[in-house]
Nanobody, 113 residues
């Protein structure tokens, strides 16, 4: 069935950086398209970034130039490096195995001074 476990969230000041990790298990990770999404308070969940099995990436306009999604197929892990964070980046960040209907439990990111 598969499992995704996120880590790396926290409280950071505006302009700061965080690196989120998502450890995958129970499915063929290297063949899977993966993604990060976030849900801000009172808003719908939105895609932030995606990465294919061969490393092609796509970003939401709000993430372009600040966020980088990457993966390590040897470690079954997908990452989201977030730089120059803004208060509007606050939310619960979840990773997903696209097309498998699989989501992690999420990790909270709060950007505040």
């Amino acid at each position: 069935q598969g499992q995704l476990v996120e880590s790396g969230g926290g409280l950071v000041q505006p302009g700061g950086s965080l690196r989120l990790s998502c450890a995958a298990s129970g499915f063929t990770f290297r063949h899977s398209h993966m993604g990060w999404a976030r849900q801000a308070p009172g808003k719908q969940r939105e895609s932030v970034a995606t990465i294919t099995g061969i490393g092609s990436t796509n970003y939401a306009d709000s993430a372009k130039g600040r966020f980088t999604i990457s993966r390590d197929n040897a470690k079954n892990t997908v990452y989201l490096q977030m730089n120059n964070l803004r208060p509007e980046d606050t939310g619960v960040y979840s990773c997903t195995a696209i097309g498998r209907g699989l989501w992690g439990q999420g990790t909270q990111v709060t950007v505040s001074s």
